[in-house]
Every structure is written in C-alpha cells, then in structure tokens.
C-alpha cells in the first residue's frame, strides 16, 4: 500500500471515529432527556435546589445579559436610523428595532449569552463531580443523579430563559430610545408608539417560547457533556469549551427551526 493510500486510509478510519462518537453522545443525550423527563413526576422534587439554580442561572446571569442587551438595543438603532434615513424613513426606528428584538435578536443573544456563562458553570460544576467519581458516590447511596443533580438545573434554565429574554427585550427597547432620540431627534412617543403599533402579541409570544426551548437544550447539552467527562481536569476543560460550542451551535440551528415552524403555522 503506498503512502497516500495509506493517508487516506488513517484519515477515512478518523472520520469514521468522529462520526461515532457525535452519535454515541447523541444517543447518551436523548437517553438522559428521557431519564430527566421521567425524574420530573417522581415522588421527593427537589424544589429548593430548582430555587438555587434558579438564582444561579437566572439572577447571576441578569448583569451580563442586561449589558448585552443595552448595547444591541443601542447598536441597532443606530445602524437601522442610519439605513431608513436614505429612503426617509427614519422616524419608523422603532418598529424596525422592537420586531427585531422581540423575534430574534432577544431570545437568540439572551441564549447564547446564558449559553456560555452557565453552560460552561454547569459543565465544570458536574463534570468535576464525574471525573472525582462523586456522581457514583450518590448512586451508591440510593439516590438518582438525575434527579439532584439534572432535573433542577434543567428546569431553572427553562424557566430563567424567558424571564431574562423579557427583560433584555425592554432594556434594549429603552436603549434604542435613548440612541434615536439624541442620535436622531426621534420623538420618544412617537418611537414608543410605533413599536405599540408594529410589535404583535404573536411576535413576542414567538420570541418566547423559543426561549423556554432554548433554556432546556443549553441545561441539557451542559449536562450530557458533564456526565460523559472523563480525563481528569483536562477532560473537565474539553467538556467545557464542547458544552460553549454544542450550546451556541445548538441554539442557532434550533432557532432557524423553529422560526420555520412558526411561519408555517
């Protein structure tokens, strides 16, 4: 066999190693949602640590979401006053910032934001747990990992997400506002009614209801990846920098999904 051939044969074998593993974790990750979905209607909710995770992935996440959410508002403003003044539209600003945000812009940023800071914590947290053999300390002693240690951050991610989403959504509103009235004399009233005007319930109920589906696959991903780490601390800082990658991967492909969804519906 000569040497290309034999290059070629190594990388064929790679791939196919690669291609295994992403369905081995593929597999490891449907399997543990079933396993959450059924620790959910146990008997013993572990209801104070869901409130834990809640002001850990929610209230600890506001500051750098908030942020974000200012500057886009902000950001946005600027390039669409900038890009409407050409056709003499720049008064409608805000119609254009509020759809946006309210659609996209707010529950995408807001995930991907939540993705990196708490995935990554959930990861590093539970893998650890795993890789110092903890995990199998609390089934020795009867109890059900999932349960403890799955289900509440599962459930905190899911219901943190559209709260933060809400709130990142005004704050950028009220930044666009801010830009477009100093930046280009726009009316504040006239900014917030043509949001009123434009923004449906059916946008907003659309931007949050990807939210709750983006918190639970964040939540998941973190925890899959956590509970397969191997390798010691190196292998808890693979699974991390995996987890920020599947997460915010994860969230872009689901959202063009479901922005498909919706628009058929």
């Given at each position: 066999m000569?040497?290309?051939t034999r290059v070629a044969a190594r990388e064929v074998v790679r791939l196919g190693d690669r291609v295994l593993d992403a369905i081995d974790r593929l597999g490891q990750f449907t399997l543990l949602a079933g396993q959450t979905a059924r620790a959910l209607v146990r008997a013993r909710f572990p209801w104070l640590e869901v409130l834990r995770q809640l002001e850990a992935i929610g209230a600890r996440s506001s500051t750098i979401v908030l942020l974000t959410a200012l500057f886009t508002g902000m950001v946005l403003a600027l390039q669409t006053g900038i890009a409407l003044a050409r056709f003499g539209a720049k008064p409608y600003v805000g119609a254009v910032v509020?759809?946006?945000l309210a659609r996209e812009l707010g529950p995408v940023?807001?995930?991907l934001m939540v993705g990196g800071r708490v995935g990554a914590g959930i990861t590093a947290e539970i893998g650890a747990m795993q890789v110092t053999e903890q995990v199998d300390a609390i089934r020795s002693m009867g109890a059900d990992p999932v349960q403890k240690l799955v289900l509440p951050r599962v459930?905190?991610?899911?219901?943190?997400?559209?709260?933060?989403t809400i709130l990142a959504d005004v704050l950028a509103v009220f930044g666009g506002l801010a830009l477009s009235w100093l930046q280009f004399g726009i009316d504040p009233n006239f900014y917030l009614q043509t949001i009123s005007n434009t923004?449906?319930?059916?946008?907003?109920f659309s931007g949050l209801l990807k939210t709750i589906v983006f918190g639970w696959l964040i939540a998941m991903v973190a925890c899959s990846t956590a509970l397969q780490t191997t390798g010691g601390t190196v292998g808890v800082g693979r699974a991390t920098t995996r987890t920020v990658v599947a997460a915010s991967i994860g969230v872009l492909v689901t959202d063009f999904f479901l922005t498909q969804l919706m628009v058929m519906l």
């Amino acid at each position: 066999m000569s040497a290309p051939t034999r290059v070629a044969a190594r990388e064929v074998v790679r791939l196919g190693d690669r291609v295994l593993d992403a369905i081995d974790r593929l597999g490891q990750f449907t399997l543990l949602a079933g396993q959450t979905a059924r620790a959910l209607v146990r008997a013993r909710f572990p209801w104070l640590e869901v409130l834990r995770q809640l002001e850990a992935i929610g209230a600890r996440s506001s500051t750098i979401v908030l942020l974000t959410a200012l500057f886009t508002g902000m950001v946005l403003a600027l390039q669409t006053g900038i890009a409407l003044a050409r056709f003499g539209a720049k008064p409608y600003v805000g119609a254009v910032v509020g759809l946006s945000l309210a659609r996209e812009l707010g529950p995408v940023l807001t995930a991907l934001m939540v993705g990196g800071r708490v995935g990554a914590g959930i990861t590093a947290e539970i893998g650890a747990m795993q890789v110092t053999e903890q995990v199998d300390a609390i089934r020795s002693m009867g109890a059900d990992p999932v349960q403890k240690l799955v289900l509440p951050r599962v459930l905190a991610a899911t219901l943190a997400l559209p709260l933060l989403t809400i709130l990142a959504d005004v704050l950028a509103v009220f930044g666009g506002l801010a830009l477009s009235w100093l930046q280009f004399g726009i009316d504040p009233n006239f900014y917030l009614q043509t949001i009123s005007n434009t923004v449906r319930f059916e946008d907003l109920f659309s931007g949050l209801l990807k939210t709750i589906v983006f918190g639970w696959l964040i939540a998941m991903v973190a925890c899959s990846t956590a509970l397969q780490t191997t390798g010691g601390t190196v292998g808890v800082g693979r699974a991390t920098t995996r987890t920020v990658v599947a997460a915010s991967i994860g969230v872009l492909v689901t959202d063009f999904f479901l922005t498909q969804l919706m628009v058929m519906l």
